[in-house]
Nanobody
Framework: VQLQASGGGLVQAGGSLRLSCAAS????????LGWFRQAARSEREFVAA????????YYAEPVKGRFTVSRDNAKSTAYLQMNNLKPEDTAVYFC???????????????WGQGTLVTVSS
């Protein structure tokens, strides 16, 4: 199983990025997909999640209204659209697949390698 996160980069505050998470080696549509992030000297934290069908989504409070999680099961890919980025969004972003789309990182079975997002002020 492999999850490949991509799309990170350097962006100015107020800008946008779209992260992708391409999955292989698993039945993608059987899994919920979560996004987490870890800033320097901080714990990993939940960002957003989408259920296997894409019918339900969940967001952490700091990103509500700015980030949108989605998925395309035909492409085995999930996305995190990030708008109005803030310097405090700077972190390594990880995608993870699990049987449930929840905030609890321990529930997820598979993790991608992470992609760095840097937001300058």
């Amino acid at each position: 199983v492999q999850l490949q996160a991509s799309g990170g980069g350097l962006v100015q505050a107020g800008g946008s990025l779209r992260l992708s998470c391409a999955a292989s080696g698993l039945s993608f549509s059987d899994y919920g997909l979560g996004w987490f992030r870890q800033a320097a000297r901080s714990e990993r934290e939940f960002v957003a999640a989408v259920t296997w069908s894409g019918g339900s989504t969940y967001y952490a409070e700091p990103v509500k209204g700015r980030f949108t999680v989605s998925r395309d099961n035909a492409k085995s890919t999930a996305y995190l659209q990030m708008n109005n980025l803030k310097p405090e969004d700077t972190a390594v972003y990880f995608c993870a697949a699990g049987r449930l789309a929840v905030k609890d990182a321990s529930v997820y079975d598979y993790w991608g390698q992470g992609t760095l997002v840097t937001v300058s002020s």
